[in-house]
């Protein structure tokens, strides 16, 4: 993780937060943030956002950093018929909380987005992480009426499968953990971003934020043994169709 300190102890995070009055960036994720195979959100933050100079910068400069594991990361095993087998985690998305300095939720960046989009929300979510709980909810009204984030189209292989609803909805989560479109992941968290928004018009609890963001926005409830992953695979023979090899 390049050398930056994460907190594992969210206790230890807000001790830290109110001794160096600044915010804090709590990620949860599927799995673990100091093991290879997390999630795949996780591991593209790694790998494309942590890295990044201007990313890293805020990080360490504007932020207390904190994990936690909401579940273990489901996994699967590619065979390719060869001999050759590969295991990637399947699905996962993660959500980096803003904190105040007392661990209250001030916002919440849902999923992946691209390294200059990412930079732009740590820096309006650092307001909101050092704002007065009183005004909250008039800055994410606020936030609501700024111009959007350009992001650019998203790209080929991930249009090519949206053509197809059926076919994208069984190979969406194989294609997004062998390779992620950033831009498209940037566009629907920017608008995932936007629920986030209106939902700041109440007080949450950490607990019940990170419930309805996995629930509600990603779609994935927790509490679900499978993560909303056991739908039937419309691809399979029905019982009735015998197939004959001739």
Known sequence: MMDLHWYTELSAAVAEAQRTDRPILSLRLLGRLDEALSCANSRFFRKL????????????????????????????????????????TLTGNSVHLILDRQGRPADALPGLFAPHVFRELLARGRILGLADRSELPRLHREALERPPLGVPRASRAFEAS??????????MPLLRAVSPDVDGDTRENLA??????????????VAALVEWIYRELFLMPIDDPALGLDVEDPFSPSDTLRLVSM
Do not use: C, M, N
């Open 192 to 205: 995932l971003h936007a629920r986030v928004h209106e939902a700041f018009s109440i007080e949450w609890s």
């Open 49 to 88: 956002l942590y890295p990044d100079a201007r990313v890293r910068e805020l990080l360490e400069d504007a932020f207390v950093l904190h994990w936690q594991s909401v579940r273990p990361v489901p996994r699967v095993t590619i065979d390719f018929g060869d001999g050759r087998v590969v295991e990637r």
């Open 162 to 171: 949206r053509i197809a609803p059926t076919k994208h909805r069984v190979e």
